[in-house]
């Protein structure tokens, strides 16, 4: 059993990037090993740059604390058995991030195309080793490089907290970059102060570049008289607070462009209403504006003058459902100096049953590219724009709202293979790996770092030595279970009430009966749970109430929410599958008790999902039911189903009771800790107490 845990407990675990005592003191080394030894020296040719002395020390650092070696940094060459060193011509290691290690039974040559493929090395020998758990290396070479850049990402222990073992974590992970969200230059999208100079000046000693998304009214059209000096102002101050920026996101939700496209509204969104009525327009954050490609090059004209290298990042995400031939011809005007991001899987269609999905939100149950990105990526090669993915790739999608990774490694490979083969027939380069929800240090994190650089084994391969490395004996059926959570996250249905719903907070969604078409105004932040103060979308970001989206977007939803029940409850019975497979397993450590537990949360989402739908339908049987015995029935199924879901509640208290980073997601915070399922229980008690009865007075009235 789990010993419990204390909200943010899991920050602590964080803190400690090295496992303690991985070695294994009765394995030896084999003939065709190179062992290191107590005292090993290790060489440090470029002594001076940062990047390679942060990541000498970090080898340092986990040849002490996880193979229980000390080992001696020196200046000089002689006696050395290891050198570290800048180099050119390293064969396949020629690139960006490349490396090369050459191994011999008495010295390993570390060689870096540049100082962040020295430290890529050092990391891949400490993979090396842990995978080994001993301290030995096989004689050989190897030489690989990075296949993207940048590869951004947020920080593992929340938006905008970046101690330096954040740092460590993303650069061990294979990430070259992060993305930080701001209001302007000293504001974070909180409102709150942020040094954003610090946070770059830090992150420069691991490899890190920083890039921002700038959160303000981008209110000026490029023909307006001093639009110009308008930009010129906006970039200014934030390149004067911060000159290491490596570069800047355009996303037209954030920027607020004031298009002039006839084809769309005004802005922000909400300005689209005269005198309550909408006007059927949308805002130009929503759509491939004809004026776009003026507005990116001015801006991009007032970033350069600041730093004259920075990456421009021009995102269509919100956009592909517009027709294919306006995103093209938007496209087609860029200026060329600018890097296109396409959004890897939403907006693309599939039949359900008798329904017709779209994939709303990222989803790993879609493999993809869609055919959004296809086409967008073909447009940016025709024109040789630099071409990026929001790809959402570093183990987390927003299949699971407060999950810390999907455990779904053989599905994950799938979705790698394909970005592997977009690289190669389209020329992808960059990855936005994640968006607020960051990452958590995982088993996908580790498989996916080794499918982004060039290949030294197949993806399989490294999957067994990774499950043999966390499960040792255990291993063949953690991948059983695993196996059964990937072909159940095929099932999954990515809608926006669900995405937005019970998926996003899981087992804490509330189940309102109130009124049949919403909840009553009434009722304070549509009832939603209270959000925590310093959340940054907190309750904001979720539906009060299941509300099925009509948009002409997908099926209507009278006709597809039969065929999402099915498919679900597929995807619950194959995760449970998974579970009952792992508790198979005869003295569980505590690695398979918090895969246990993590997947017994993803497997009562679903359950909170499926009872949301049902509880939902009887609501719509009740406003019709046309005679007292039918509606006495179906206030019996709705109270059954409070019940389960009840009881569903009670069942998840003690998965987030012992991992306290279940329940939590750094833009919204705890939802789904002790607390929120304790208030979901007392909402579901007031159904149970005060609404139910009432609709039973309400049936049985007498004159």
């Not at 000159?243 to 002039?260: C, D, H, M, W, Y």
């Not at 790739?393 to 599905?411: A, C, L």
């Amino acid at each position: 059993m789990l010993k419990q845990q204390k909200n943010y407990d899991f920050k602590a675990e964080l803190l400690s990037v090295h496992k303690k005592n991985v070695r294994d003191g009765n394995i030896l080394p084999q003939e065709d090993e190179f062992a290191f030894v107590n005292g090993v020296k290790i060489f440090v040719k470029d002594f001076e740059n940062p990047v390679i002395l942060t990541a000498v020390r970090d080898f340092e650092e986990y040849l002490f604390t996880s193979m229980n070696v000390s080992a001696c940094i020196v200046k000089e060459a002689d006696e050395a058995t290891v050198t570290v060193s800048l180099g050119q011509d390293l064969g396949e290691g020629d690139g960006y991030m490349g490396y090369r290690i050459q191994t011999q039974k008495n010295s390993v040559k570390i060689e870096g195309y540049d100082d962040r493929g020295v430290a890529q090395a050092l990391y891949y020998l400490e993979d090396l080793m842990s995978i080994r758990k001993a301290p030995f290396i096989t004689v050989g070479t190897v030489a690989r490089k990075a296949l993207f850049t940048p590869r951004i990402t947020q920080s593992p222990f929340g938006m905008y907290e970046y101690p330096d073992e954040a740092f460590q974590w993303i650069a061990h992970s294979g990430y070259d970059a992060i993305d930080l969200w701001l209001k302007d230059a000293y504001t974070d999208n909180r409102g709150c102060y942020i040094d954003v100079r610090l946070i770059a000046e830090r992150a420069e000693k691991y490899g890190i570049d920083v890039y921002v998304q700038l959160y303000a009214q981008h209110s000026k059209h490029p023909d307006e008289a001093g639009a110009q000096e308008f930009y010129d102002q906006l970039y200014g101050e934030l390149f004067e607070a911060c000159p290491k920026l490596k570069g800047v996101t355009l996303i037209g939700e954030a920027n607020q462009f004031a298009s002039r496209d006839p084809a769309v509204g005004k802005t922000p969104f909400v300005a689209n209403f005269e005198e309550n009525i909408p006007t059927g327009k949308t805002s130009p954050g929503w759509w491939p504006c004809n004026d776009y490609p003026e507005w990116v090059e001015m801006v991009a004209s007032s970033i350069r003058k600041y730093r004259a290298d920075a990456e421009v990042i021009f995102c269509t995400y919100n956009w592909g459902h517009a027709p294919e031939k306006d995103r093209v011809a938007l496209i087609e005007r860029l200026p060329e100096n600018i890097t296109l991001m396409a959004t890897w899987d939403m907006f693309d269609r599939y039949e359900l049953g008798n329904s017709v999905e779209n994939v709303w939100d990222y989803t790993l149950g879609y493999i993809g590219p869609g055919k959004y990105f296809t086409s967008e990526a073909i447009a940016a090669k025709k024109r040789g724009i630099k071409l990026m993915a929001n790809s959402q790739t570093s183990g987390r999608t927003w299949d699971f709202g407060v999950i810390p990774y999907e455990p779904m490694p053989q599905q994950w490979i799938k979705r790698y293979k394909r970005m592997q083969q977009a690289h190669k027939e389209w020329g992808l380069a960059g990855l936005l790996e994640n968006i607020h929800y960051g990452f958590h240090p995982s088993i996908i994190c580790e498989l996916e770092k080794q499918a982004f650089f060039t290949e030294v084994e197949p993806l399989e391969t490294t999957l067994e030595n990774l499950l043999r490395r966390d499960y040792g004996d255990n291993a063949p059926t953690v991948e059983r279970a695993m196996a059964l959570f990937s072909k159940g996250i095929t099932h999954y249905v990515p809608t926006n009430e669900d995405m937005y719903g019970g998926f996003r907070i899981g087992p804490a969604y509330p189940l309102w009966s109130g009124v049949m078409e919403g909840l009553p105004a009434t009722i304070p932040e549509q009832g939603r749970m209270p959000s925590k103060p310093h959340a940054m979308f907190g309750n904001a970001i979720y539906f009060g109430v299941y509300s099925p989206d009509l948009d002409a977007k997908n099926s209507l939803p009278g006709v597809r929410i039969f065929d999402e029940i099915v498919s679900i409850r597929k995807m619950e019975a194959l995760i449970n599958e998974g579970v009952r497979v792992l508790e198979s397993i005869e003295n569980p450590d505590e690695a398979v008790l918090k895969l246990v537990g993590l997947a017994k949360f993803m497997r009562n989402s679903c359950r909170t999902v499926l009872n949301v739908k049902e509880h939902y339908l009887l609501k719509q049987k009740l406003s019709i039911a046309g005679d007292k015995k039918t509606a006495e029935e179906v206030i019996d199924g709705i109270e059954k189903i409070v019940l389960a879901e009840r009881e569903n509640v009670l069942d998840t208290l003690p998965l987030v009771q012992a991992d306290s980073r279940l329940g939590w997601e750094p833009s919204m915070e705890y939802t789904t800790d002790e607390k929120g399922l304790r208030w979901k229980l007392r909402q579901l008690d007031y159904e149970l107490t005060i609404k139910i009865p009432t609709y039973r007075k309400a049936n049985t009235l007498q004159v």
